[in-house]
């Protein structure tokens, strides 16, 4: 029965349906505090869809990354990515939206490693950058294939986040999940995803989270066509210290 005064919530299907060879950039900028300055770090990749059996293969290549942090941490955040600049990965994503391996990981990690070995030969033993770069390698060298994946694919994975999925609109959905990085280590934090706009091609939704001493709020603008996050800004607090995140998929120039 429907009650006078009190608002029906209603489900929103989202479709998993990416635009096919088409080309994409992905723009990721975070501006985080190092050594008490906020700096700013920002990476952009090319991506591109291809029907492949019921799923996709995402073809996705990191162009560009960039920092005004000081060394401390600008290197490490260089150390991590440079390897990875101009190596095209192949990821397999099926048909609910979910990427499930990487084609190519074999040729992906050999690249990997050979860029690493590169920039460590051209600095000296003992320097900031050598060093960033050896804890980055050991990192590397200690993972699963699981694991990985996981490491590769986790940039990307944020634009499938509803795709395939449901969201209420009304009083909205509870959330639960972990937050904290990269500020301090993540803690449960819990809290409300709601639809604040909707039209017949997308959907604006807002998540307010909170945990102890930490306070997320993120806003989503969803395709109704094809269920990828367009736009997202997150902004995530810790005690005195934040973080804020943009990232937007956009047609290629």
Known sequence: MLVPGIAQAETIAIPFAPPVDQRLTYQIEQHRPVEGKVSRFSATRDLRFEKAGDGYILHA?????????????????????????????????????????????????????????????????????????????????????????????????????????????????????????????PVPVEGVLRVTAQSDKALDLDEQLAGQGIAVGITYRLSRRTGLIEKQQRNLMLGTRAVAEKRELTPAQ
């Open 61 to 185: 290549t990191l162009r560009a990354i960039d920092s005004d942090a000081p060394a401390s941490g600008a290197e490490p955040y260089a150390a991590a990515l440079t390897p990875l600049i101009g190596v095209k990965h192949h990821f397999h994503v099926d048909a609910a939206g979910q990427i499930v391996a990487l084609d190519n990981m074999d040729a992906v990690w050999s690249a990997v490693q050979a860029g690493l070995a590169k920039m460590l030969a051209a600095f000296a033993p003992d320097t900031p950058r050598h060093r960033s770069l050896l804890s980055v390698q050991a990192l590397l060298s200690g993972l699963s294939p699981d694991g990985r994946l996981a490491l590769l694919a986790g940039e990307l994975r944020p634009i499938f986040l509803f795709a395939g999925g449901k969201v209420e609109d009304g009083a909205g959905r509870g959330v639960r999940t972990v937050a904290g990085a990269p500020l301090g280590r």
